[in-house]
């Protein structure tokens, strides 16, 4: 049975939102490093944390939504009386 779409979107939205928080405490520290050391300019970091974070969040949640739903195949016999 698929779930309905109003499910489905929620599904996704949370996901996203958890996927985005957890990317961007991963991306904090070395957006801290890079502009601490002069590597980056702040609005650089900034810039570029968005694009991760972004790319992270999306291919983690569409891949968790979007492949189909692997169902158990039972062994000839099995369950028959």
Do not use: C
Not at 40 to 66: K, M, P, Q
Request: charged share 10%; hydrophobic share 55%; net charge positive.
């Amino acid at each position: 049975m698929s779930w309905p779409i109003k499910l489905r979107a929620i599904s996704f939205a949370v996901t996203m939102g958890v996927t985005i928080t957890e990317s961007v405490m991963g991306s904090i520290p070395v957006a801290f490093a890079l502009w601490y050391f002069d590597i980056a300019s702040g609005r650089t970091v900034l810039e570029g944390a968005i694009v991760v974070v972004a790319v992270i969040s999306l291919s983690i949640s569409i891949y968790s939504h979007a492949r189909p739903a692997q169902f158990p195949q039972r062994a000839r016999g099995e369950g028959v009386l």
